[in-house]
């Protein structure tokens, strides 16, 4: 089974500080719930700034830069980023992107709730 939904501009919308296409509820198409997951396709044009933010308790996230070209802020240090790269925050750091792009720019962003560290200190089976 091949589910396909088009690009369409009704599917954006403005979060953030950028257009962004929550690509979770393509997901749900085939349960009714992905607990823990979600994924987005973000629109950001010339000098839009995605806003500084914190991840819900225990999240994750992933960037990967499709088009343009970026400073992606994390925990106040800079890194640019551009076509291809990839970015992550971990949990409970601040993160932001400014474009640098003269154009438009965009990338997919993923994101999902860590696992509890496991508690390896009483066992003595555990690799190093």
């Known amino acids: ?4 939904q ?4 009704d599917l954006y919308r403005d979060e953030y500080g950028v257009t962004m296409r929550r690509l979770t509820e393509m997901a749900a198409q085939t349960t009714p719930i992905k ?3 979600g ?3 973000v629109h950001i044009g010339p000098g839009d700034v995605v806003t500084e933010h914190v991840n819900k308790p225990g999240v994750e996230e992933m960037f990967i830069w499709v088009e343009g070209s970026a400073e992606y802020m994390l925990d106040g240090e800079t890194y640019a980023r551009s076509e291809g790269d990839v970015a ?9 992107f400014t474009s640098t792009a003269p154009g438009p720019g965009r990338f997919i962003t993923l994101w999902w709730r860590a696992a509890e560290p496991a508690d390896t200190a009483a066992d003595d089976t555990a690799a190093p």
Do not use: E
């Open 1 to 4: 089974m091949m589910i396909h």
């Open 6 to 9: 088009p690009d369409t501009d």
């Open 35 to 37: 607990q823990g997951f």
């Open 39 to 41: 994924a987005a396709l």
């Open 88 to 96: 992550f925050a971990p949990i409970g750091l601040r993160h932001s």
